[in-house]
């Protein structure tokens, strides 16, 4: 490998014919080396032994392919064909067409700073088969500590992850499984699997993926795991950020206010009629309302337009262009029909301009300049047609009115009702311009119909090459089929829990409701956590079974301490305690974690005159760096911490008669990898005293 770097940085090798052509290669070249240069000490991390018609060899598996041209030797990489080997429990595959292949062994080896420090046999055909040093190597592993970002799992990738990292290329995909069970982690990896030249067409470019978190502190942490495998340019980002960017309201605050509205009102009626209304706004059917409103909107603006224009032809004289209301409003009608994916706006553009060009017979030569002619009358009539309705005013508009949402059929009138009923009307609203979380897929739904909905490049829309979609429980039906609209068929990837939805007012109730939106897709499940010791791992499931009747999950039979218990005192004294002990254990990335925002400052404060420096996090702009953190548990989320202290774990902050507050709580006592404390000023909460 060193030899390869220096031959490309060599810039004497690297001449061209010209000044440019040397400039050209010397950058590639230069390219090529840094990407290699990462992967000097650390080559490869694994071997398998096989035997092809009758041939015995040994393949090395690393993080990036590599092939010496002197001696031949290479290096497979772990996202190949070949590499899946590694990983699999399959014991046979054919490399080419005709031919048989057997894996004989399969070794991890453990490479660090040029040197090969342990070797352990995951499997070998002599010693009779599976060796449980897979489990040995799993285990050693997840005993390190935590760090200030995710971090990528590819030379310990278990064999039911590896399979559903691999789902075939152009088939959506919903990754079910418990917190801890790698979901995140396997979407990253899923995308350097699909980015690789291996997979063909469906071969997906780093820069036109994204990747939707709940939240942006969530969305930086993950981040951290893009360069290590090799995808930069992925645009990670919360599916309200996106949202708001594609209507160009950036500055619009996201309210929740169901959610507001469910946490302090005491009304069971009003709050049956919340959780219904946000669960209907986000069902799949209203994409058609939003469509059949959208139809009659713009054909009622088209009534007494047309279209009459001059046209300059030379040897031709002056010609016009004309059509008539009934003209527009057919080429409206084939437009809905189509369906096109740009918009209707960019799809009605299109078909006047092919109209007009039928009209005026030219010659393929002159068509440009008749375009340009008309470019300006014709941006004109679209905005008088299009332009009126925006994406906010718009849905404010429908759900206001009674007649625009029986128009499609699809609603019953005890669904029309409730959508005209304001059950929201007592929680306040933010000053600012604001939409709330569950009216926003409906605005990127008249969006997406009107102007498209992708990924912008330049001034144009185009389809994401693959999304993935975190915490899929969370977001509805509809939001479903609007990312449908924005990749490319079939390339888009859920992961989630629906054991771990916390917001079951604007989530799937299952995951048929999801697949129905995205044709062919699979659900695949990941059974077993990897995250935490067994101690906390059993505490977290007393919690979990109170609201989950569903089975048991399985976790890595991983040893730790006891789960620390702080109760009865002065509340910031027990924390600075728990603070010591985690840090006397040997633990660096501690978490306090609050159940509100509101304390997290304060509490802060109160911690300094007990010599503990805690950093606060309390929005969605703060960054977790490492340390020693405090923040809510909203923010907490799929972050993951060497040790976590959760603060106010008893019954007055969160009330077990409330399911929400055992999830929120459940989310708290699991963000532990090896060492989890328990404080309360009063008695400890009865489901983890
Ligand atoms: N094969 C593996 N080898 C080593 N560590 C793993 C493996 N799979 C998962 N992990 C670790 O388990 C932890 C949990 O992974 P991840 O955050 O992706 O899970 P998740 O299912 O998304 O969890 P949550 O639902 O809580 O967000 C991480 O520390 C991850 O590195």
């Known amino acids: 490998m060193l030899r390869q770097i220096e031959a490309w940085e060599d810039r004497e090798r690297n001449t061209g014919a010209d000044l440019e052509t040397s400039l050209t290669m010397a950058d590639t070249a230069e390219e090529h080396a840094a990407m290699l240069s990462v992967h000097v000490h650390q080559p490869y991390f694994g071997s398998l032994k096989v035997r092809v018609g009758g041939r015995e060899q040994t393949l090395y598996i690393g993080k990036h392919a590599f092939r010496d041209l002197h001696t031949g030797r290479h290096i497979v990489s772990w996202e190949s064909e070949v590499g899946s080997l590694f990983y699999s429990d399959a014991l046979e595959w054919s490399p080419r067409k005709g031919s048989q292949g057997r894996v004989r062994r399969r070794r991890q080896l453990d490479v660090a700073h040029k040197t090969l420090r342990r070797v352990t046999d995951l499997y070998d055909d002599e010693a009779g088969g599976e060796t449980g040093g897979r489990e040995e190597v799993l285990l050693r592993r997840l005993e390190e500590g935590s760090t200030a970002g995710m971090r990528d799992v590819v030379e310990t990738l278990q064999p ?95 309210t929740d206010r169901t959610l507001s509205l469910l946490l302090t009102d005491t009304d069971n009626a009003r709050r049956a009629l919340a959780w219904r209304r946000a669960k209907l706004l986000g069902d799949a059917r209203m994409l058609d309302v939003v469509r059949t409103h959208l139809w009659n909107r713009f054909g009622s603006a088209l009534r007494g337009l047309r279209f009459h224009e001059p046209v300059e032809l030379r040897g031709r004289g002056d010609l016009s262009v004309s059509l008539g209301e009934d003209d527009l409003a057919r080429l409206l009608h084939d437009v809905f029909a189509a369906d096109p994916l740009p918009g209707y706006r960019a799809g009605f553009r299109e078909a006047l301009e092919a109209e007009v060009l039928r009209q005026l017979n030219v010659g393929e030569d002159e068509e440009p300049g008749v375009l340009r002619q008309l470019s300006k009358p014709v941006t004109t009539l679209l905005g008088r047609i299009f332009a009126a309705a925006t994406p906010v005013t718009e849905v404010r ?107 079951g007012y604007k989530g799937p109730s299952n995951w048929e409701a999801v697949a129905e939106q995205w044709p062919g897709a699979q659900v695949l499940t990941l059974a077993r956590t990897y995250r935490s010791t067994r101690q906390i791992t059993a505490l977290g ?65 109160a911690l300094r005159d007990f010599d503990t420096d805690a950093q606060p996090i309390t929005t969605q702009e703060h960054r977790y760096r490492g340390g020693l953190v405090i923040l809510p548990v909203s923010l907490a989320k799929g972050l993951e911490f060497s040790a976590a202290i959760v603060t106010g774990a008893d019954e007055a902050t969160y009330d077990s008669s409330t399911e929400y507050e055992r999830r929120l709580l459940y989310v708290a006592a699991s963000r532990a990898l090896h060492w989890l404390g328990l404080v309360s000023a009063g008695e400890l909460h009865p489901l983890v005293a």
Not at 400 to 424: C, F, M, V
Not at 569 to 583: H, P, S, T, W
């Open 397 to 503: 508009r429908l759900l206001a009115d009674e007649q625009s949402l029986r128009a499609s059929g699809l609603l019953s009138d005890k669904e029309i009702r409730l959508l005209l009923a304001d059950p929201l009307s007592g929680v306040p609203t933010p000053r600012r311009a604001h939409a709330d979380v569950t009216e926003l897929p409906l605005m990127l739904a008249v969006q997406a119909f009107a102007h498209g909905i992708g990924r912008a490049e330049g001034r144009k829309l185009e389809p994401f090459d693959h999304v993935v979609l975190d915490e899929a429980q969370d977001y509805s039906p509809l939001l479903y089929a609007l990312l449908a609209r924005a990749a490319r068929p079939g390339h888009l990837t859920a992961l989630g829990d629906l054991n771990q939805g916390m917001h």
């Open 160 to 254: 039911e992850q590896n399979g559903a990292m691999r789902h075939p290329a152009g088939t959506p995909v919903i990754i079910q499984g418990a917190a801890g069970s790698g979901k995140t982690t396997i979407g990253f990896h899923r995308l350097a699997w699909m980015s690789s030249a291996e997979r063909g067409v469906h071969r997906a470019e780093p820069g036109r993926c994204m990747v939707l978190m709940p939240n942006r502190v969530l969305a930086a942490y993950a981040a951290r795991i893009l360069p290590e495998l090799g995808l930069g340019g992925v645009s990670v980002t919360t599916p309200e950020a996106w949202a708001t960017g594609l209507l160009g309201l950036e500055k619009l605050e996201v």
């Open 541 to 605: 499931a007393r919690i979990a079974e109170t609201y989950n009747r569903s089975v048991r999950v399985q976790g890595v039979d991983r040893d730790g301490p006891e789960v620390q218990r702080y109760a009865g005192g002065q509340e910031a004294a027990l924390i600075a305690r728990a603070v010591r002990d985690a840090q006397a254990a040997g633990h660096h990335n501690i978490a306090i974690v609050t159940r509100r925002a509101t304390e997290t400052e304060q509490l802060a404060e």
